[in-house]
């Protein structure tokens, strides 16, 4: 099966070249975010900024299902042929999860991979595979020689995607993710007001979001919550005063989840946004973790199945070094946030940062827009 899979992926290579009669458009862009389910993470801060610094000079194309209200965008359901024709004469495509090997880039076209996320966490592309096969290594490798510029926030990050998505280590950006911008430059009130306005929570109550990952394969990717969120706002009651409301956003992968004492926050628009308005953070093995630290602000880890997690999947660093102290039982996250101390909390991440090999810029969309005016 490996080998005929292997073969359907020449065959598409080959029947595409079909779309090589037409040519590329050379102020095209082609984005896709999270394989065309939605209009966010890094690839829509490259459009923001794109749009506002080059006004009316580029034409957009965004993978999804949808209507675009922007005269110079268009949108395009993913998979359909529409989609493969604008794959294949955009001079730029951008995607925070890559291209798939199936697709035969042209040598004219440049692939942007941004990635969606940063640090270096969970093991992804290859090193998660558990019973890798040659045919596994072949079409990694299609994959990392078409991408021309792999987006990375930190030295581990660049260290160990090489090899993950098999990108050689020269074509690695390092100037930390675009939706990170937001993160680092502030405007904290506006967003703040914007969060509060969807969720119709009341002023001066305060923010905490839980956002864990998946469990399992992409495919049947489930997630079933330990927490007690009731003894959790009972803790940050008693250590931060006031009132708090919880926020629970599950991964994109995982179709249906409980929410119970939570306001599920997984059909907000902006990741970005909800972790700028929080307070405190709450996840497990997420890639978020990278993103909140930035901030310096409380984060926590809640990871009651660490074992089980660490056998299925494994880790690039050890859980021990990650920005936020970890917790295994509600007893012990209860207790971590109650004797929560800031200065220890901005040493820890610090000390995270240091090790990773911090590459943030809080300029990265600039960085990637200038990349690709100098192409277009």
């Given at each position: 099966?490996?080998?005929?899979?292997?073969?359907?992926?020449?065959?598409?290579?080959?029947?595409?070249?079909?779309?090589?009669?037409?040519?590329?458009?050379?102020?095209?862009?082609?984005?896709?975010?999270d394989?065309?389910?939605?209009?966010?993470?890094?690839?829509?801060?490259?459009?923001?900024?794109?749009?506002?610094?080059?006004?009316?000079?580029?034409?957009?194309?965004?993978?999804?299902?949808?209507v675009?209200?922007?005269?110079?965008?268009?949108?395009?359901?993913?998979?359909?042929?529409?989609?493969l024709?604008?794959?294949?004469?955009?001079?730029?495509?951008?995607?925070?999860?890559?291209?798939?090997?199936?697709?035969?880039?042209?040598?004219?076209?440049?692939?942007i991979?941004?990635?969606?996320?940063?640090?270096?966490?969970k093991?992804?592309?290859?090193?998660?595979?558990?019973?890798?096969?040659?045919?596994?290594?072949?079409?990694?490798?299609?994959?990392?020689?078409?991408?021309?510029?792999?987006?990375?926030?930190?030295?581990?990050?660049?260290?160990?995607?090489?090899?993950?998505?098999?990108?050689?280590?020269?074509?690695?950006?390092?100037?930390g993710?675009?939706?990170?911008d937001?993160?680092?430059?502030?405007?904290?009130?506006?967003?703040?007001?914007?969060?509060?306005?969807?969720?119709?929570?009341?002023?001066?109550?305060?923010?905490?979001l839980?956002?864990?990952?998946?469990?399992?394969?992409?495919?049947?990717?489930?997630?079933?919550?330990?927490?007690?969120?009731?003894?959790?706002?009972?803790?940050?009651?008693?250590?931060?005063?006031?009132?708090?409301?919880?926020l629970m956003?599950?991964?994109?992968?995982?179709?249906k989840?409980?929410?119970?004492?939570?306001?599920?926050?997984?059909?907000?628009?902006d990741?970005?946004?909800?972790?700028?308005?929080?307070?405190?953070?709450i996840?497990?093995?997420?890639?978020?973790?990278w993103?909140?630290?930035?901030?310096?602000?409380?984060?926590?880890?809640?990871?009651?199945?660490?074992?089980?997690?660490?056998?299925?999947?494994?880790?690039?660093?050890?859980?021990?070094?990650?920005?936020?102290?970890?917790?295994?039982?509600?007893?012990?996250?209860?207790?971590?946030?109650?004797?929560?101390?800031?200065?220890?909390?901005?040493?820890?991440?610090?000390?995270?940062?240091?090790?990773l090999?911090?590459?943030?810029?809080?300029?990265?969309?600039?960085?990637?827009?200038?990349?690709?005016?100098?192409v277009?």
């Open positions: 099966m490996k080998y005929l899979k292997l073969m359907m992926i020449y065959a598409c290579r080959i029947g595409l070249r079909a779309f090589y009669l037409v040519p590329v458009k050379k102020n095209r862009i082609y984005l896709s975010a394989r065309g389910s939605g209009i966010r993470c890094n690839p829509l801060y490259i459009y923001k900024y794109l749009k506002t610094k080059y006004p009316e000079k580029y034409e957009y194309v965004w993978q999804y299902d949808g675009s209200q922007e005269k110079d965008t268009t949108y395009v359901k993913p998979g359909t042929l529409k989609d024709y604008f794959m294949l004469t955009s001079r730029v495509l951008i995607s925070n999860d890559g291209f798939g090997s199936f697709l035969p880039k042209r040598k004219s076209q440049m692939f991979n941004t990635w969606h996320g940063g640090g270096a966490y093991r992804s592309g290859v090193d998660f595979i558990t019973d890798q096969h040659t045919v596994d290594l072949k079409i990694n490798q299609i994959c990392g020689r078409q991408t021309d510029v792999f987006l990375s926030s930190s030295r581990k990050f660049s260290e160990v995607m090489t090899t993950a998505k098999m990108v050689p280590k020269k074509r690695f950006l390092e100037c993710m675009p939706r990170n937001l993160l680092l430059a502030g405007r904290k009130e506006e967003i703040l007001n914007k969060v509060r306005n969807y969720f119709g929570i009341q002023e001066g109550k305060k923010i905490v839980f956002a864990p990952t998946y469990r399992g394969e992409e495919q049947s990717a489930k997630f079933t919550s330990e927490l007690d969120t009731e003894g959790c706002l009972e803790a940050l009651r008693k250590r931060f005063g006031g009132e708090w409301v919880f956003r599950k991964h994109h992968f995982v179709k989840a409980k929410y119970d004492g939570c306001i599920n926050a997984s059909d907000y628009p990741m970005q946004e909800l972790l700028l308005a929080s307070d405190v953070f996840t497990d093995y997420s890639s978020t973790i993103d909140y630290s930035l901030m310096f602000r409380p984060g926590f880890l809640f990871v009651p199945d660490l074992e089980e997690y660490s056998r299925e999947r494994n880790f690039y660093t050890d859980p021990e070094t990650w920005a936020f102290p970890l917790a295994k039982t509600n007893e012990e996250l209860q207790s971590l946030i109650c004797s929560f101390d800031e200065n220890k909390n901005n040493e820890k991440i610090k000390e995270h940062h240091k090790f090999g911090y590459r943030e810029t809080g300029h990265a969309a600039e960085i990637v827009a200038k990349r690709i005016e100098g277009l």
